[in-house]
């Protein structure tokens, strides 16, 4: 089976940095993907890593290490806005399957 | 692009009645598709996979004779709620692979808040 782990909650100012780790045990992987959830919303796809490295999308980036089974997401210059859910997910098989997420609260 | 719709957006039904959602692919097709549930403040717990023309392959313990799923073309899939009960209650959201996608990346619509009383 698969299994992910990501912390619950994380709190952070405006303009900080903020970095959510993944770990996970999988039968098999393919790749892991973040996602951001705003509350009543759907998920938004923010990155996916398939090999060893990271990969920068503006103010977001994404780490993935396939040894050490774990992952993170890294925020940068956070706004407000980025208050919401986030959703590590592990692609194998075709389907992915999601962490419990970690609710991130922006403070002024 | 890739943009995928949900239709309803929210409904409200009588316990012991069915409920049909629809997930659209608008401006690409999808092979694949998959249905989710989700409760507040919780994950995503995928139920199902659909690939069109195909049955659909149920997750472990999702009850495939309540949740029917169709993926009759590429641009469309359903979920049928049958016989509802007030613990169907949820958030049921859709997303779409695309089918020419050289990347896992998965499309949500933006979800059915189904309430049954």
């Known amino acids: 089976g698969q299994s992910l782990e990501q912390p619950s909650e994380v709190t952070a100012v405006e303009g900080a940095i903020v970095q959510i780790n993944c770990t996970y045990q999988?039968?098999?992987?393919?790749?892991l993907s973040w996602y951001q959830q705003h509350d009543g919303g759907a998920p938004t796809f923010l990155s996916y890593n398939a090999l060893d490295g990271l990969e920068e999308t503006g103010r977001f980036s994404s780490f993935l290490s396939r040894s050490d089974s774990y992952g993170y997401l890294l925020l940068q210059e956070l706004q407000m806005k980025d208050s919401a859910s986030y959703f590590c997910?592990?692609?194998?098989?075709?389907?992915?399957?999601f962490g419990d997420g970690t609710t991130l609260t922006v403070k002024p | 692009g890739a943009v995928v719709s949900q239709h309803p957006s929210w409904v409200i039904c009588k316990s012991g009645t069915s409920v049909k959602i629809e997930c659209r692919s608008l401006?690409?097709?999808?092979?694949?598709m998959f249905w989710y549930r989700q409760f507040p403040k919780q994950s995503l717990m995928l139920m199902a996979t659909?690939?069109?023309?195909?049955?659909?392959?149920?997750e472990q313990g999702v009850e495939k004779d309540k949740f029917l799923i169709n993926h009759a073309s590429l641009t469309l899939s359903t979920l049928t709620v049958t016989s509802a009960h007030p613990e169907d209650s949820s958030f049921y959201i859709c997303?779409?692979?695309?089918?020419?996608?050289?990347?896992?990346?998965?499309?949500f619509g933006p979800g059915t808040r189904l309430t049954v009383t």
């Open positions: 999988t039968s098999g992987f393919y790749g």
């Open positions: 997303s779409a692979r695309e089918a020419s996608g050289i990347t896992y990346e998965q499309y």
């Open positions: 659909s690939n069109e023309g195909s049955k659909a392959t149920y």
């Open positions: 997910a592990v692609i194998d098989a075709g389907k992915s399957t």
């Open positions: 401006d690409f097709q999808a092979t694949t």
